[in-house]
């Protein structure tokens, strides 16, 4: 095993248990290691600190996997850890009779690199780091020893894997994919998940808590959702007795696939929902011109911001959709609006959202701040700003 040499002083964030170690901290190493082989991190006095994950690509050059020097990282010692991460979610009772669950949550749960979704008996892995894709069999042997789940898909399809010289890896690594379309139930709504061309996973399970929330607010209101993908907020606010529900996106095999949703749900009425494939800085506009007014707007647009490096421009783009989303919102209406960009943190977010505000000339008080589900825990590892976050405001 080689050693993983610190510079002097910047051993403070791994006593910190901070699981992330970058290329500026380290000073040599003194051995060999392949991209993914485990090293033993040492102080600049030659104290083993812990054993970490090789990404020589990397800005991030190793990732920890245990804190305990001595602990062996092995076939067992991974499937230990995804057994943990699985069990942990198997005690919230919030989590009780939800089909679709995220098991792993990457450095959160001791396992950097790794996210594990669960779609009733299937399993979706993403390995977005070298130490990940070198563990890949046990994490696989983990989550079927774990869940007892009949298939195994991955989609290491992330661009972030370009960071670690890793090219993307998708199919079917263990059983076989259930016949027809692959359905869970969130909530009493029946949705369809494309795990092989679905975003991300298939379906953005960090949003179940706030689609639920967003079904309690609707009764009676008429509804917009932006950036609708396959119609999950718009399925929820019909579910909550929404009057009208407007979606829109700019993808026609997204709106294809939330059409097919909502005629997976015949106890919603049908009627009350208009689907529009546009651009959605276009259609509010468009909104605008028409003079429609809504009471309950969503706005949940894509990653403008994929690093800090990307802030500025991100922000001019979260003002504008936000500006056009409250031009639009009836006297005491509610705009539930989100970023999972990682250059936008919560602060700036909401000072993004109130200068948008203050350009429209209204006030906008914060009804409830908006976060991810409890099945994806913050951990210290990832920035704050990677996460997704979001705000209610009301006018």
């Known amino acids: 095993m080689a050693d993983l040499i610190l510079k002097s002083g910047n051993d403070r964030s791994v006593l910190r248990r901070h699981p992330w170690i970058f290329a500026g901290s380290v000073e040599r190493l003194e051995g060999r290691a392949r991209p993914g082989d485990t090293v033993l991190v040492m102080d600049s006095r030659g104290k083993p600190l812990a054993r970490a994950a090789w990404s020589p690509e990397s800005q991030i050059r ?35 009779g939800q089909d679709g669950v995220r098991l792993i949550h990457g450095e959160s749960d001791g396992l950097p690199g790794v996210i594990a979704d669960r779609y009733g008996a299937v399993v979706v892995v993403q390995l977005t780091s070298a130490g990940a894709d070198k563990w890949r069999d046990a994490i696989v042997a983990g989550l079927v020893q774990a869940t007892g789940c009949s298939a195994v898909y991955e989609r290491s399809d992330s661009d972030v894997r370009k960071l670690e010289g890793l090219g993307p890896v998708t199919g079917l690594v263990y059983g076989a994919m259930p016949e027809g379309a692959l359905t869970i139930v969130e909530n009493g709504v029946r ?45 929820q606010a019909l579910a909550g007795g929404a009057k009208s529900v407007v979606s829109i996106d700019s993808s026609g095999p997204a709106l294809a696939t939330a059409a097919r949703n909502l005629a997976l749900n015949p106890q919603l009425d049908a009627s009350r ?15 605008k011109t028409e003079g429609r007014k809504f009471d309950l707007i969503v ?43 990682g250059g936008i943190g919560l602060e700036l977010f909401q000072k993004i959202v109130a200068s948008a505000a203050a350009d429209v000339g209204i006030e906008a008080r914060i009804l409830h701040r908006l976060s991810a589900a409890p099945d994806h825990p913050v951990g210290l590892a990832v920035p704050e700003g990677e996460y997704l976050k979001g705000l209610a405001c009301q006018v």
């Open 273 to 287: 929902a208009e689907w529009r494939e546009d651009d959605v800085f276009q259609a509010l506009r468009t909104l």
């Open 299 to 341: 706005l949940d647009p894509p990653k403008f911001a994929p690093s800090a490096a990307h802030a500025e421009r991100a922000a001019r783009a979260y003002k504008d959709i936000n500006l056009l989303g409250f031009r639009l919102l009836n006297p005491g209406g509610i705009l539930m609006t989100y970023s999972c960009s």
């Open 191 to 235: 949705m369809e998940v494309d795990v092989a061309g679905g975003h991300k996973t298939g379906f953005y399970l960090d949003q179940r808590e706030n689609r639920l929330l967003t079904g309690r607010l609707t009764a009676g209101r008429d509804v917009l959702n932006c950036f609708c993908y396959t119609g999950g907020f718009s399925l």
């Open 62 to 96: 190793a990732r920890v996997w245990s804190f305990d020097p001595e602990q062996s990282i092995d076939h067992a010692f991974i499937k230990r850890t995804v057994a943990a991460s699985v069990a942990r979610r198997a005690v919230h009772p919030w989590l009780a």
